[in-house]
C-alpha cells in the first residue's frame, strides 16, 4: 500500500471516530409506543430495490445484505401485526405519463434511465406481479392481507407528493416507526417530511439500506441525518421490542 493511500485511509478513520463521538454526544429524545397513535411506516419494499434481480442491486445490494435489510424489514411488519400496530406501505412507481418531465434531477435520469419502478400504466397491471415494482414476495402475505395501507405513489423521494401524511392525520396517528428503501433518499425525504409535519419518528437503522458508489456512501450519510433530526434511532431488535412491550 503507498503512503499516500496509507494517509488517507488513517484520515478517514480518525474523520469517522471522530463523527461517531460528535453523535455520541447528541441528545436522543427518545419516543414512546402509544398503540392508538403509532404507525409502521416502509417505503419502497421493492424488486428493484430488495431483490438480486432487482434493477439496483447491483449498487444496494451490499448494503442491503450487510444490514441485514430484507429480513428486518419483514420482522417489523410481523411484529406491527401481531400487535395490532397499523401497517402503511409508501411506494414508488413510474408510470409512462411520467416520462414527459422536462427536467429532472440525478437520481431520477438514472431511475428512468434503468427502468426502475417502471409500470405499464397507473390502472395497468399487465406484466406487474413479479416485476421490479411488484413488493418481495415473501412481503406479500403481510402487505396484501386487507389490512395494511398502501399510499399513493411518491414520485420524487419525500410523501409530499402522496397521501402518507393525510392517512395517518386521518386515523389520529403522530408517531411514527420508519424503514424501508432507500436510507439515504426516499427514508431519509419520508423522516425529513414526517418530523416539519409534526409526527414523532423513530427510524430503524437497519431495516434500511443504500447505494454504495465509489466516494458515495448513502448509508452512512443517511445515519447521520437519522441521529441528528429523528426523535431517535432504533435497531429492529429494540423497535420489536419496543412494539411487543405494549
Avoid at 104 to 124: P, S, T, Y
Avoid at 169 to 191: F, P, Q, W, Y
Wanted: hydrophobic fraction near 45%.
Amino acid at each position: 500500500m503507498s503512503t499516500s493511500i496509507k494517509l488517507k485511509s488513517m484520515l478517514l478513520a480518525v474523520l469517522l471516530f471522530a463523527a461517531s463521538h460528535a453523535l455520541a454526544e447528541l441528545p436522543n429524545p427518545g419516543m414512546t409506543i402509544d398503540m392508538e397513535r403509532t404507525a409502521l411506516v416502509i417505503t419502497d419494499p421493492q424488486n428493484d430495490f430488495l431483490s438480486p434481480d432487482g434493477v439496483a442491486w447491483d449498487v444496494v445490494g451490499k448494503s442491503v445484505t450487510e444490514n441485514n435489510t430484507v429480513e428486518n424489514i419483514e420482522k417489523l411488519m410481523k411484529a406491527a401485526k401481531a400487535n395490532n400496530l397499523p401497517v402503511f406501505i409508501s411506494p414508488h412507481y413510474y408510470y409512462p405519463t411520467d416520462k414527459g418531465w422536462k427536467f429532472e434531477g440525478a437520481l431520477e435520469v438514472l431511475m428512468h434511465k434503468i427502468h426502475m419502478f417502471d409500470r405499464q400504466g397507473q390502472l395497468n397491471l399487465e406484466g406487474f406481479t413479479g416485476s421490479g415494482p411488484d413488493w418481495l414476495e415473501r412481503y406479500k402475505p403481510l402487505i396484501e392481507d386487507g389490512q395494511t395501507i398502501v399510499t399513493h405513489a411518491h414520485k420524487l423521494f419525500g410523501p409530499e407528493t402522496n397521501d402518507l401524511v393525510l392517512q395517518l392525520r386521518k386515523r389520529h396517528i403522530d408517531k411514527v416507526i420508519l424503514a424501508g428503501m432507500s436510507a439515504n433518499l426516499c427514508t431519509e425525504s419520508h423522516m425529513r417530511e414526517l418530523m416539519e409535519q409534526g409526527f414523532e419518528v423513530a427510524v430503524v437503522k437497519d431495516a434500511t439500506a443504500a447505494a454504495i458508489l465509489p466516494g458515495l456512501d448513502g448509508y452512512q450519510a443517511a445515519t447521520i441525518n437519522f441521529r441528528m433530526i429523528a426523535n431517535t434511532v432504533w435497531t429492529t431488535e429494540e423497535a420489536v421490542k419496543m412494539m411487543s412491550s405494549k
